[in-house]
Each structure stands twice: as structure tokens, then as C-alpha cells.
């Protein structure tokens, strides 16, 4: 038996209407990745599974330059309580051999004066390690012995104590508490600059004393396949910059503005405004340099991922000249405003300039219309006070009584006299 046919033709119904209705492109949301460089600058990677881990011993004192304050803290103080401890049995072996701990020993020169315990001896290796000196205890020119250890506990002081000054001067020296004072925009821009699609960043110093010479370099990184299959995670691109930053002379006197200018040799190339927010990319921006008063090299980093790239805004001016003396208004560092910028890709932009000149010319008018509605709602707004102070006026006239004025002409014959009002 047939199936009774619907009176409705196909291409009416539900599924033929659906089937037919255009259909917006879907784009799934980006997985929350680690970025590689976090925003203050420190790298997010963990090293596991090193398994020579000799290496890091054979150089010493960058080991303890590396390490946190805590632990370089107790290793210092553990090694200079145990040296002490091990010049004060030291001590105590050279005062037990010259027989200086027997309390029956009469009319013998002693090889240190009044060292008569563990405890004195542990005194004594203080003094003499940190040259203290208090003059109870003094050797003797009695034993050859204890001249030599003298002589070998200076030198491992003075060994210790060098080691130790040496990494705290270079903790507190680090180049990374200078980057504190290199600061970026918390987000980059792309928009329109000289008729080319740009990004752009802003980078500022907040310290009076300059970097000298100042550069900066950007690399993209993002997960890539080679034609043979191959995956590299961490792929990195170098960026290019402006030719006026490109030469490797910035002059960080006040913030500047990095551009680099999306062309057919940058990786954001064929990205539009859609496919930023979807892509996976990171931009590195490493500044260095060298600090003016210390003469140590500086860097600082950071990293803008897809979700803080504003595309079609740019930063806004914060230099300003007041009274002779050019002003910086920090508050407003990281502030853009909204400018027309083609949503496209900077190969659309290339292939076809008319949209770029289609999108100025909306903007221009755009900008013009609300220049007239601004206008005529000044206007409006003048003449609305004009008519509400005529209005006033005339209703406070209204009250006043308007006198009659009459004029007296002579009639031939008569008295009679005509009112005129």
C-alpha cells in the first residue's frame, strides 16, 4: 500500500525550508591552552625528567644565584656553621695533641692561650674565621701545627665569604628587577596605518634613567604541521618591525608604539578579524637593553594571545606639552579607541584596495552625520532657550496695563473734540 501523498508540496515543508535557510558559519570555541610566556614575563615551561642532573654542580655559583632566597639562605648558613664546627674540632685535636686540655700540666706554654674545651675551641674558630678577635683567646708561636691551620681556615673564610657576597650582590643586581619598571600595553592592536594593516603595541619605561640601547624583537608562536607531517609545537617566526625600530636604535625616552607592518612575509597574513579570535597564536615581544647606572643587560617579556589583540583600535596620544616640559600621562597607557578598520585579512586587503577605501568613505560619513546631528542638536537646543526667554518675557509683560493715548483735534464750528486711541 502507498503512502498517502502530503498536499503540501516538499519543498514547503519543514525540512525543504530548513534545508534552504542560509546557514552561519559555526566556529568552536578555542581550547584554553598554557601560554609560553606569561604576562609578567616568566616562561611557563617545567623541565622534568633531567637525568644529569651533575650539571647543575659543576656550576656552583649560578646555582645559588638561581635559587630562591630561602634556600640560598640556609645553604650559607649551613656552610659557615659547619666550617666552624670543623676548624673547632680542629683546634680542639691540635690543643688535645700539645697536651693543653690536661688540667695537671704545670709551666708549659699552651699552643692557644685559655682554650680549655669543645666550646672554647668552637669560640676561637669564630674569631678567627670573622676576625673578630676578642683577646682571651690567642695562639701561640708554640706549634707549627696551629699556624698552619690558621693559615688554611683564612683562606676558606675568605673563600666562603667571597662565594657569598658575590651571589647576594648578583640577587640583588638581577636583571629582572629593572624589567619591573619596563612596562607593556595589556593589550595589542591592529588597525590601519599608512594605508596597511598593523600591529601594534606600546612599550614604556617608567625609571628617568634610560636603557641604553634599547631593542625589541616579536616572534609568533603557534602549533604547526609540516608538509612531511611532522608536528612542532612550539614553532617560533620572527616578526619584523618598522624601519624606524627595525635599525636597533630605540631611544626609550618615552612610551613608544611598535608597529610591525602585516605584509606578505608575516605570519598574520592571511588572518581576518574572525579567524584571530579562533586562532591559537601567541605573540612574544622581548625588550632589551642596558641599564644606564648598573652597565648590566636587562630584558623584559611578555605575550599577547588572540583574546587580547583589539583589531581596529588604536592607543591613544598620552604625551602632551604643558609649560615647556613634555607631559606622560601613564593612566591612559594601555587606553585604544575604536577606529574603521576592514575586518578582512591583509591578502584581501591587498587583492582588492577598494575595500579599504569603501570602509574610510563610511567612515567619513558616518563621522559626518553625527557631526550634523550634533550640530542640530545644539541648534535645537539654543533655540528652545531662546524661545523659553522670549516666553518669559512676554508673560511677564502680560501683567503690565498698557495706557491710552489720546490725541484732541479742534472741529469748525463746535467743541466737539474726537478721541483717536
Not at 706554654?109 to 685559655?114: A, E, F, G, L, M
Not at 647576594?168 to 595589542?188: D, G, P, V, Y
Request: hydrophobic letters at 40%.
Amino acid at each position: 500500500m502507498l503512502a498517502r501523498k502530503s498536499i503540501i508540496p516538499e519543498e514547503f515543508g519543514l525540512p525543504g525550508l530548513v534545508s534552504r535557510m542560509p546557514r552561519k558559519p559555526v566556529f568552536r570555541d578555542r581550547v584554553n591552552k598554557a601560554r609560553f610566556i606569561a604576562k609578567n614575563g616568566s616562561c611557563n615551561l617545567a623541565h622534568k625528567n633531567i637525568r644529569e642532573q651533575g650539571r647543575f654542580l659543576q656550576d656552583v655559583f649560578t646555582t645559588l644565584v638561581d635559587l630562591k632566597w630561602r634556600f640560598t639562605l640556609v645553604i650559607f648558613t649551613t656552610t659557615f656553621v659547619s666550617s666552624w664546627l670543623l676548624f673547632a674540632m680542629s683546634w680542639w685535636l691540635v690543643a688535645f695533641a700539645h697536651g693543653d686540655l690536661d688540667p695537671t700540666r704545670e709551666n708549659m706554654t699552651d699552643c692557644v692561650k685559655n682554650l680549655k674545651s669543645f666550646t672554647s675551641a668552637f669560640l676561637f674558630s669564630i674569631e678567627v674565621q670573622v676576625t673578630i678577635g676578642f683577646g682571651e683567646r690567642v695562639i701561640t708561636e708554640q706549634c707549627p701545627t696551629a699556624i698552619t691551620v690558621l693559615i688554611l681556615q683564612n683562606i676558606v673564610g675568605l673563600i666562603i665569604n667571597a662565594v657569598m657576597l658575590g651571589c647576594i650582590f648578583m640577587k640583588t643586581a638581577q636583571s629582572n628587577r629593572r624589567a619591573e619598571t619596563l612596562i607593556f600595553s595589556r593589550h595589542a592592536v591592529i588597525a590601519v596605518r599608512n594605508n596597511r594593516l598593523c600591529f601594534m603595541i606600546r612599550i614604556g619605561d617608567l625609571r628617568k634613567s634610560m636603557i641604553i640601547g634599547a631593542t625589541v624583537r616579536l616572534q609568533v608562536v603557534r602549533k604547526t604541521t609540516t608538509p612531511e607531517g611532522e608536528v612542532i609545537p612550539i614553532h617560533q617566526i620572527d616578526v619584523q618591525t618598522e624601519s624606524a625600530v627595525g635599525s636597533n636604535s630605540l631611544f626609550l625616552l618615552a612610551p613608544l608604539i611598535i608597529c610591525h607592518i602585516i605584509d606578505k612575509n608575516s605570519p598574520l597574513y592571511d588572518l581576518s578579524a574572525m579567524e584571530l579570535q579562533c586562532s591559537d597564536l601567541e605573540v612574544i615581544v622581548i625588550l632589551e637593553g642596558v641599564v644606564e647606572t648598573t652597565g648590566i643587560t636587562t630584558q623584559a617579556r611578555t605575550s599577547y594571545v588572540s583574546e587580547e589583540i583589539q583589531w581596529g583600535h588604536r592607543f591613544v596620544s598620552i604625551v602632551t606639552e604643558e609649560e615647556g616640559v613634555y607631559s606622560v600621562d601613564y593612566s591612559k597607557f594601555g587606553n585604544t579607541v575604536k577606529v574603521a578598520t576592514p575586518c578582512c585579512s591583509a591578502r584581501e586587503l591587498d587583492e582588492k584596495p577598494s575595500i579599504l577605501i569603501q570602509t574610510l568613505q563610511k567612515s567619513e560619513l558616518s563621522h559626518q552625520n553625527s557631526l550634523r546631528k550634533r550640530n542640530s542638536m545644539r541648534r535645537n537646543n539654543s533655540m528652545r532657550k531662546g524661545a523659553g526667554s522670549s516666553g518669559s518675557l512676554r508673560r511677564n509683560n502680560s501683567g503690565l496695563a498698557v495706557p491710552k493715548v489720546q490725541f484732541f483735534t479742534p472741529t469748525d464750528g463746535g467743541q466737539n473734540l474726537n478721541a483717536v486711541t
